[in-house]
Structures are given as structure tokens and as C-alpha cells.
């Protein structure tokens, strides 16, 4: 199983940025698919992007063009860059491996707010 930490949270305004980290620990990171999924107050868990092992990125509709997911293979890292924040982006923020079984970090709460 693979072990997930998050950080990078945080609030900011609307139309700002923040970037999330992902590290990954306990397994071979490289191996696995990854994920960041969100999850707001009375709201179901949501995919946000996802990146194949091979680097190939993936996105809901909701958040193409303004948040881009990538990885570091060698520092066992994924990243979700975040940009044009809005207000329906506030939620929690978790990381996730496809795994077998899923692994999931704890998340980091992300605030966009005036």
C-alpha cells in the first residue's frame, strides 16, 4: 500500500493561485496511476485530475484550463497547480492512488474566499 501525505493548502482570494503536493511513500510511486479528488460540505467526493503513470493528465470539466496535474517520479510527488480559483473550489483536497487497495492522504483544506 502506498502511503499519502498532502500539503499546500490554504485560503486565497478568488482568481488566485495555489499549488498542492502529493508525496508518496511505501510503494513504487512510478507504478501507479494517481488521482486528486475533492470534497465539499454535503457534497459526493469528485474527481478533479487524474495522471497515468505514463503522464498522461485528465480533467472534469470543471476545472479545464485552469488546473493542471503533473508528476515527479523521482521525488515520488504529484503536483495539482491551481489557477483561477473560484469560490466553488473550496473544499477538501485529497490525493489518491489506484492502487490495489486505494490509498488515499488525509486531504488539505483549500479556502477561496474574499
Known amino acids: 500500500q502506498v502511503q499519502l501525505v498532502e500539503s499546500g493548502g490554504g485560503l486565497v482570494q478568488p482568481g488566485g493561485s495555489l499549488r498542492l503536493s502529493c508525496v508518496a511513500s511505501?510503494?513504487?510511486?512510478?507504478?501507479?496511476?494517481m488521482g486528486w479528488y475533492r470534497q465539499a460540505p454535503g457534497k459526493q467526493r469528485e474527481l478533479v485530475a487524474g495522471?497515468?503513470?505514463?503522464?498522461?493528465?485528465n480533467y472534469a470539466d470543471s476545472v479545464k484550463g485552469r488546473f493542471t496535474i503533473s508528476r515527479d517520479n523521482a521525488k515520488n510527488t504529484v503536483y495539482l497547480q491551481m489557477s483561477s480559483l473560484k469560490p466553488e473550489d473550496t473544499a477538501v483536497y485529497l490525493c489518491?492512488?489506484?492502487?490495489?487497495?486505494?490509498?488515499w492522504g488525509q486531504g488539505t483544506q483549500v479556502t477561496v474566499s474574499s
Open positions: 495522471i497515468t503513470s505514463g503522464g498522461t493528465p
Open positions: 489518491s492512488a489506484f492502487s490495489v487497495p486505494r490509498s
Open positions: 511505501g510503494s513504487i510511486f512510478s507504478a501507479y496511476a
